[in-house]
C-alpha cells in the first residue's frame, strides 16, 4: 500500500546508500536468526513461497480507484509468516517490483523499510490481540489499517528526511503533498482490510495451523 513510487535519482546518492545499509542490516540481522533458529519445517517454506508469489502477484493489479492504487498484502505475510521471514519476502517483492517498474533500483532499500515497518505492526498486533475475544478475522482487519499506517508514516518520514532531487518545494509542501497520497492510500486501506479480514478468517476455518491458532 505505502510505497515510494520514485525512479532512481529522486533522492541523492548518500540517501540511497543510507536506506539501502540499514534495509540490509535488518535483512542480514533477520537471515541470521533464521539460520540460528533451526532448519524451517516445510510448512514454513511453503508458506513463505505462496506469501512472496501473492503479494508479487497483487502488487502488480492497480485499483481503479483515486487514480489508481494497489494492494500489497505486506500485513497479511506479517500474520502467516511472521517479522523475520517477513522481512525476506518483502525484499524479494521489492526486487521484483522495481524490475517491473514499481519504483527505481536505487529505492529497493527504502521501499523494504516500509514494507517491513507493516509487516511487523501487522505481525505484533495480531499476535497481541490474541488476548482478546475477537476472531482472527477481526485481528487482522486491525492489524492490517494499523500496519498500513504506519507503513505510510515511514514512506513520509523517509522522503521528507532523503529530500526529492529537483523538487523546489518546501519541507511544508512536500508534507502536504504527501499527507494527501497518505489519505487516498488509507482510503485504499480500508478494502485491504476487509480483504485480508476475509482471507484470515477463510485460513481459520480450513487451515489454523497457520495461524498458530486452535491446532497448532
Given at each position: 500500500?505505502?510505497?515510494?513510487?520514485?525512479?532512481?535519482?529522486a533522492?541523492?546518492?548518500p540517501f540511497?546508500?543510507?536506506?539501502w545499509?540499514?534495509?540490509?542490516?535488518?535483512?542480514?540481522?533477520?537471515?541470521?536468526?533464521?539460520?540460528?533458529?533451526?532448519?524451517?519445517?516445510?510448512?514454513?517454506?511453503?508458506?513463505?513461497?505462496?506469501?512472496?508469489?501473492?503479494?508479487?502477484?497483487?502488487?502488480?493489479?492497480?485499483?481503479?480507484?483515486?487514480?489508481?492504487?494497489h494492494?500489497?498484502?505486506?500485513?497479511?505475510?506479517?500474520?502467516?509468516?511472521g517479522?523475520?521471514?517477513?522481512?525476506?519476502?518483502?525484499?524479494?517483492?521489492?526486487?521484483l517490483?522495481?524490475?517491473?517498474?514499481?519504483?527505481?533500483?536505487?529505492?529497493?532499500?527504502?521501499?523494504?523499510?516500509?514494507?517491513?515497518?507493516?509487516?511487523?505492526?501487522?505481525?505484533?498486533?495480531?499476535?497481541?490481540?490474541?488476548?482478546?475475544?475477537?476472531?482472527?478475522?477481526?485481528?487482522?482487519?486491525?492489524?492490517?489499517?494499523?500496519?498500513?499506517?504506519?507503513?505510510?508514516?515511514?514512506?513520509?518520514?523517509?522522503?521528507?528526511?532523503?529530500?526529492?532531487?529537483?523538487?523546489?518545494?518546501?519541507?511544508?509542501?512536500l508534507?502536504?503533498?504527501?499527507?494527501?497520497?497518505?489519505?487516498?492510500n488509507?482510503?485504499?486501506?480500508?478494502?485491504?482490510?476487509?480483504?485480508?479480514?476475509?482471507?484470515?478468517?477463510t485460513?481459520?476455518?480450513?487451515?489454523?495451523v497457520?495461524?498458530?491458532?486452535?491446532?497448532?
Amino acid at each position: 500500500m505505502a510505497h515510494i513510487h520514485l525512479q532512481d535519482g529522486a533522492f541523492s546518492l548518500p540517501f540511497v546508500l543510507l536506506w539501502w545499509a540499514v534495509a540490509m542490516i535488518l535483512l542480514g540481522a533477520c537471515l541470521y536468526r533464521l539460520r540460528t533458529a533451526g532448519r524451517l519445517s516445510s510448512r514454513q517454506i511453503t508458506t513463505a513461497a505462496l506469501c512472496t508469489a501473492a503479494a508479487f502477484a497483487v502488487f502488480q493489479v492497480e485499483l481503479p480507484l483515486f487514480g489508481g492504487v494497489h494492494l500489497n498484502l505486506t500485513p497479511l505475510v506479517g500474520i502467516l509468516a511472521g517479522p523475520v521471514t517477513g522481512c525476506v519476502i518483502v525484499f524479494l517483492v521489492n526486487v521484483l517490483s522495481a524490475a517491473t517498474g514499481h519504483g527505481g533500483w536505487g529505492l529497493i532499500g527504502a521501499n523494504t523499510l516500509v514494507s517491513l515497518v507493516e509487516v511487523t505492526v501487522a505481525a505484533l498486533i495480531f499476535s497481541g490481540l490474541r488476548r482478546t475475544d475477537a476472531t482472527p478475522g477481526v485481528r487482522a482487519g486491525i492489524a492490517t489499517f494499523v500496519a498500513l499506517a504506519a507503513g505510510n508514516a515511514a514512506m513520509i518520514g523517509i522522503i521528507l528526511v532523503s529530500g526529492i532531487q529537483g523538487v523546489t518545494q518546501t519541507a511544508f509542501s512536500l508534507l502536504a503533498g504527501l499527507t494527501l497520497v497518505a489519505v487516498v492510500n488509507m482510503a485504499a486501506a480500508l478494502i485491504e482490510s476487509l480483504v485480508t479480514a476475509l482471507m484470515v478468517s477463510t485460513i481459520d476455518r480450513m487451515r489454523p495451523v497457520l495461524l498458530g491458532e486452535k491446532g497448532s
